[in-house]
């Protein structure tokens, strides 16, 4: 049988799919990879392939994109699919509710997914396989973890080669290892207390390679591809101090590659010397925190700063760097321990800092903290947490002045003038692009001097693995058409990921109108008066219920529909009844009687169902004969489209999974049974060229969408003076930015 592993990005090879893959190679079975961001039609590639199982391996805060990637290949193949990695093993719970592939396989997945891809081939019963939950008629069968595997060396070398295929991965003159697995501390933000939660009973929780096998797979990967340093992955490196004595003497002899990796800041001494001997040139510290109070009471790290400063000297004489990995935002944190991190960074001696906020996962120790104190919800779960590297999830009244802080402590850390007399003023600006440039080049800099990385080699690896935009393509058929579905995808994602979008770079349409009036009256005289009589209206998607209250206003009896719990919240008490949340996004949970609305409206919505042609049958039963059916979706034929090409603002995943024409949209609307009355391309206050134009700046300078830059009053009116003569050009000539159709249900 053919496996086929589906991964996101090229940001890093993983070293478990590579493993993954050796093992089932090892069983007879042949395995492939697929990066999104390079491959532009993903169902065209699907079909040369042709595996027997699918397999996904998902981080979470990625998880939501490569759902519905997963959810999409499931329904138009009809593949097997499997779902593992991190997300798989702590939310199983949450990835069976949502149903969008066949397994999930949980844990140290090597055995597991062999004997899955096994009985598949054989087509035996796949319901009792140990770490595989199992999604069958009945429901899902959910099979208990199995034993931790301890004998690492008895686990084939990874198959590297995988990734090789592509350039930019296999010339990157640095590549990661792991010599073992897990970590023996308890820190309350990590998932390692997660996993010990998990493999409770299971056995030994920290597991080393071999020092031969590391060996050999170093030497191993050094003969296929460019390998000038090594960075080991571990949690923690080398807890066995005799493991690491006779590392020291074999590896600077046998592999001679300079190497960093991952220590905690109570490495004893001679660890250090140790280290130093075998050759390695840098290592990053879980420093976390500056307030020895947030450490001991929050994180479980009970080490002083003096004896952290203790132990970056010692490294200092050895002259190896060091980096330190720093939270922001973290639960109890006040914004005087925010700057108590910086000083200490500076006084400590670190030679980098990386940083970011703490993201505040469902299930972890800290997290429950945060819900205990109150600081977050006591029914916090996994579909309220918005993963957001860039903003505080606490000590949100301090929001602007951390994230200033995280821009410029580099800077900070280096220049002692700068940290003690500007850095508490300049803190207090409103974050603006030029902060975002210096901490953009900060990070870009410090990775660069700590992995003394390759020029040519690193350009071509940053540009491949995180170039701002990527298009690919889903082609799938249904009884009457085989559409192109464009799925846009872009490293970094809006905040939403809900059915209507609510940034700065997607235009609500309900949300204009409340706002100008001649819109309402266009739409009234397009939309409402259409029907002929003033009867029942379902807004489909109705979030903030704008629309909905306008149409009420007129003398309609509304309902609405939409999956945002919060937006329904904020809708007007005496409306709020009329509208029902669909917790698993399918119309049919609203249990509508047949031939009961005289008018159903979808403003930007079908761009966001996967299944648009059974959302469009689901409205066919509860629209009465003649009943009106009104939609709006992005052109993806427009003359804004054509110009911005994958910068345009309209392609948008998570939330956009289709890209329609008029081409593709009426045939379908056709197909489905409904008569065409009416399509306009009108769009008189859109201004999404704005964000179409600020994306595309981005591409290529990467000042950030949401800058100051393109927030101003000077940016809007230039991109006014030069886009909207050719939106105005676009709407009159049938190449407007928007499609708009009335039509009506034929039964």
């Not at 990879?33 to 699918?54: A, N, Q, T």
């Not at 820190?187 to 071999?210: A, D, I, P, Q």
């Not at 947030?294 to 970056?312: D, G, M, P």
């Amino acid at each position: 049988m053919k496996v086929l592993f589906i991964q996101r990005n090229g940001l890093e090879e993983s070293l478990g799919v590579a493993s993954l893959a050796a093992s089932l190679e090892r069983a007879g079975h042949d395995t492939d990879l697929i990066l999104l961001s390079h491959c532009r039609d993903l169902m065209s590639e699907l079909e040369k392939m042709r595996p027997g199982l699918i397999g996904f391996s998902v981080i979470t805060g990625a998880h939501a994109e490569i759902t519905e990637v997963a959810r999409s290949v499931k329904r138009y193949t009809g593949i097997p699919t499997v779902m593992g990695g991190p997300h798989a093993t702590y939310y199983a719970k949450e990835i069976s509710d949502d149903n969008s592939v066949d397994y999930i396989c949980r844990g140290e997945s090597e055995g597991a997914l062999v004997e899955l891809a096994d009985r598949l081939s054989k087509e035996e019963d796949t319901t009792h396989i140990e770490n595989i939950w199992s999604n069958t008629p009945g429901g899902w069968v959910k099979n208990e973890l199995r034993p931790i595997i301890h004998d690492l060396d008895s686990l084939p070398m990874p198959k590297r080669d995988l990734y090789y295929k592509y350039r930019f991965l296999r010339d990157m003159p640095m590549k990661r290892f792991i010599a073992g697995m897990w970590c023996p501390h308890i820190c309350t933000y990590c998932h390692n207390t997660m996993l010990m939660r998990e493999y409770r009973g299971k056995g030994r929780f920290v597991r080393l390679k071999s020092v031969s096998r590391v060996i050999d797979e170093v030497l191993s990967v050094k003969k296929r591809s460019v390998l000038k340093r090594i960075h080991f992955s571990d949690d923690l490196f080398a807890s066995d101090i005799s493991w690491l004595r006779e590392f020291s003497e074999r590896f600077p002899e046998e592999a001679k590659i300079p190497f960093s990796c991952n220590l905690c800041l109570d490495c004893p001494p001679e660890a250090v010397e140790l280290l130093a001997r075998s050759g390695c040139v840098g290592v990053a510290f879980g420093f976390e925190a500056g307030s020895e109070r947030i450490r001991k009471e929050y994180l479980k790290k009970f080490w002083t700063n003096e004896q952290a400063r203790s132990t970056v000297e010692l490294f200092r004489r050895h002259r190896i760097k060091t980096a330190a990995n720093t939270m922001f935002a973290l639960p109890g944190e006040t914004l005087e321990d925010a700057f108590s991190s910086v000083e200490w960074n500076a006084r400590i001696g670190f030679d980098f800092s990386r940083v970011g906020v703490f993201q505040p996962f469902p299930n972890l120790e800290l997290t429950g903290i945060a819900k205990r104190e109150g600081l977050l919800p006591a029914d916090f779960s996994l579909k309220d947490f918005k993963p957001h590297t860039a903003r505080p999830a606490f000590n949100k009244e301090h929001g602007d002045e951390i994230i200033n802080i995280i821009n410029l402590i580099y800077p900070a850390m280096k220049i002692p003038f700068f940290r003690k007399s500007m850095l508490r003023r300049l803190v207090k600006i409103r974050p603006n692009v030029l902060f975002d440039l210096v901490g953009g080049f900060s990070t870009m800099l410090q990775n660069y001097l700590f992995f003394d990385m390759r020029p040519l080699a690193s350009w071509r690896y940053f540009r491949n693995a995180m170039g701002s935009v990527r298009v690919f393509f889903f082609s799938y058929w249904s009884n009457h058409e085989r559409p192109v579905i464009r799925v846009y995808r872009r490293e970094k994602l809006p905040e939403s990921g809900r059915l209507e979008g609510r940034g700065p770079a997607c235009w609500s349409i309900s949300r204009q109108m409340t706002r100008r009036r001649r819109l309402n009256r266009f739409y009234e005289r397009t939309i409402l008066d259409a029907a002929g009589i003033r009867g029942r209206l379902l807004d489909i998607g109705c979030s903030y219920g704008n629309f909905v209250l306008y149409a009420r206003e007129k003398g309609w009896e509304i309902a609405g529909v939409d999956i945002d719990r919060d937006a329904v919240k904020q809708i007007p008490d005496e409306v709020r009844s009329s509208i029902k949340v669909l917790d698993n996004g399918r119309l049919e949970e609203a249990a509508f009687k047949e031939d009961s609305f005289d008018v159903v409206t979808l403003w930007h919505v079908l761009e966001h169902i996967s299944d648009s042609s059974g959302l469009l049958d689901a409205i066919k039963k509860i629209l009465k004969t003649d009943g009106v059916l009104a939609l709006q979706v992005p052109n993806g034929d427009s003359i804004e489209a054509g110009i911005f090409g994958p910068a345009w603002v309209h392609l948008d995943p998570p939330r956009h999974m289709h890209l329609f024409s008029p081409g593709t949209l009426i045939p379908l609307l056709k197909n489905k049974g409904f008569a065409v009355r009416r399509v306009s391309h009108f769009a008189p206050l859109d201004k999404s060229y704005r964000g179409s134009l600020a994306r595309f700046l981005n591409r290529k300078t990467r000042i950030p969408e949401d800058s100051y830059l393109f927030n101003n009053i000077l940016y809007k009116m230039l991109a006014d003076a030069v886009f909207s003569p050719l939106s105005l050009l676009g709407s009159i000539c049938g190449k407007g930015t928007f499609i708009t159709v009335v039509c009506t249900n034929e039964k």
